[in-house]
């Protein structure tokens, strides 16, 4: 069950909710246009939490769907966060749970996972400026 959720979270979570990508089949998508009714859940920090939970205690493919969901939520548009501080405690969630999951090495050994941990790393730089993720606590780390 949790891994049909997984699968209908990334497919939401990739709807085309202003219809500005006529090429559905591109996987990247630059931005996520979520609509303003999702603020609160996305902006929840147990949704990622329960994401990188889920990534952390489960196996390919079930933690590569998962880690597919939080490279989505790292894609969020920023109007959806209503200040920069809501922004950048939203920011601060992800680098915690990347800065954990590289201690710990967890599930980075896995091919699909190691991909799609890049794949997060990459829209992170694409989606936010250095001077926000440097300021972030526990970057340095």
Known sequence: MGEQALSL???????????????ESTEDVGTIQAPTSWRTLLQDH?????????????EPPRSSKAMESIILLSSIR???????????AFLGRLIRGIRELLKNQTGLGHQD???Q???LLGRLKANYQLSELVKTDGYLE
């Open 46 to 58: 147990a949704t990622t939490d329960l994401l990188f939970d889920f990534y952390a205690k489960t």
């Open 9 to 23: 979270a990334v497919r939401c979570l990739n709807f085309d909710f202003i219809g500005t990508n006529p090429d």
């Open 113 to 115: 996972n190691y991909h």
């Open 78 to 88: 920023r109007s959806l966060f209503p200040t920069d501080k809501d922004r950048a």
């Open 117 to 119: 941990f890049c794949r």
